[in-house]
T-cell receptor
Framework: GVTQSPTHLIKTRGQQVTLRCSSQ?????VSWYQQALGQGPQFIFQYYREEENGRGNFPPRFSGLQFPNDSSELNVNALELDDSALYLC???????????FGDGTRLSIL | QKEVEQDPGPLSVPEGAIVSLNCTYSNSAFQYFMWYRQYSRKGPELLMYTYSSGNKEDGRFTAQVDKSSKYISLFIRDSQPSDSATYLCAMSASSGGGADGLTFGKGTHLIIQP
């Protein structure tokens, strides 16, 4: 399945954070979502074969990387209080399969 | 108006009842429709995945899509306390989410009373 680390992280405003995801074996597409408390997940961006190929309504301080070994990262710079949320990684195989999610990283900004 | 509307609940029903969960949407480009179940402190778990209009059944779960009305439903038969969770509808124009990702509803919090 999809695994994410760490499970919980506490940062202060202005800091930078890196969240990690290990995709399901064989999946070549990874997407990241932000889920605020009581809301549905919001699409941040998607990577396919190590290139960003789609982005939601998130500023450039949200960036990502996808590696050939089924792992990926979400980086957030200049953290703001509103960045406090559950960050979800989802992987899929490009070309017709649904996305499968990890359990997320809960990020708290103080 | 949000792209996907979903009543957040909570929806409380007795064990054994039939549960009906619904979403409406405004974007006619959506062709792929999903239902995810999310337990507290867990990620969304895929329950149903359908393409275009029609019905799909899997065990106690039935998903319905009516593209003409822009309305999707999930029915749960013989509901169990273990079905208590938040149910999220999601949809996309492209399979696997595509470059626009999945668009989610807010989620409906379901409580099955023993």
């Amino acid at each position: 399945g999809v695994t994410q680390s760490p499970t919980h992280l506490i940062k202060t405003r202005g800091q930078q954070v890196t969240l990690r995801c290990s995709s399901q074996s064989g999946h070549n597409t990874v997407s990241w979502y932000q889920q605020a408390l009581g809301q549905g997940p919001q699409f941040i961006f998607q990577y396919y074969r190590e290139e960003e190929n789609g982005r939601g309504n998130f500023p450039p301080r949200f960036s990502g990387l996808q590696f050939p070994n089924d792992s990926s990262e979400l980086n957030v710079n200049a953290l703001e209080l509103d960045d406090s949320a559950l960050y979800l990684c989802a992987s899929s195989f490009q070309g017709g399969q649904p996305q499968h999610f990890g359990d997320g990283t809960r990020l708290s900004i103080l | 108006q949000k792209e996907v509307e979903q009543d957040p609940g909570p929806l409380s029903v007795p064990e054994g009842a039939i549960v009906s969960l619904n979403c409406t949407y405004s974007n006619s480009a959506f062709q792929y429709f999903m239902w995810y179940r999310q337990y507290s402190r867990k990620g969304p778990e895929l329950l149903m995945y359908t393409y275009s209009s029609g019905n799909k059944e899997d065990g106690r779960f039935t998903a319905q899509v009516d593209k003409s009305s822009k309305y999707i439903s999930l029915f749960i038969r013989d509901s169990q306390p273990s079905d208590s969770a938040t149910y999220l509808c999601a949809m996309s124009a492209s399979s696997g989410g595509g470059a626009d990702g999945l668009t989610f509803g807010k989620g409906t919090h379901l409580i099955i009373q023993p």
